[in-house]
């Protein structure tokens, strides 16, 4: 999927394809929590590639976008920072999953983690569509001083 996904983001906003990518994840979760009772290999295999997809399709656009947004000589600095997110990421939701599964009563935590996993890809859906509208952009300022520049010095000549 990162290769397909890479050359779309070549050609479309990172917030579209990375909405649609967290769609297809939250829907991914649905179907798993609404596999049968004893499910074959099969049945299980598909919507975790569905997970999978929806995955890809939200991670090479948004690594794309956090690497190209930085300035050429902190490139490495943005994807430091992005694989730090994306670990940060991965040891809250596995806390998470294991709160809910001690919490969970009757043996449904697994069932109760894919439906709030599901409702956590919605709203994550819907904030990465807000990256398409103007009024969630912060404009940036003309110049910023730098670490060795005075901040009274005046700004580059117009």
């Not at 670490?147 to 700004?155: I, W």
């Given at each position: ?78 994807g ?43 709203v ?35």
């Open positions: 999927m990162a290769p397909f996904a890479g050359r779309l983001a070549d050609r479309y906003p990172a917030g579209i394809l990375g909405s649609i990518g967290l769609a297809i994840v939250g829907v991914g979760f649905v179907l798993l929590a609404v596999l049968p009772a004893h499910p074959g290999t099969g049945d299980i295999l598909w919507r975790i590639a569905v997970c999978g997809g929806g995955m890809g399709l939200f991670q090479q656009p948004n690594a794309r976008a956090i690497v190209m947004a930085a300035p050429r000589e902190r490139s490495g600095g943005a430091a920072i992005q694989g730090s997110a994306r670990l940060l990421g991965q040891s809250i939701g596995a806390a998470m999953v294991a709160l809910v599964f001690g919490v969970s009563l009757g043996g449904r935590g697994a069932l109760t983690a894919l439906v709030l996993a599901a409702c956590f890809a919605a994550a859906t819907v904030v990465s569509l807000t990256r398409q509208f103007d009024f969630v952009r912060a404009g940036r300022p003309e110049h910023e001083p730098s670490v060795t520049e005075p901040a009274d010095a005046p700004g580059p000549a117009a």
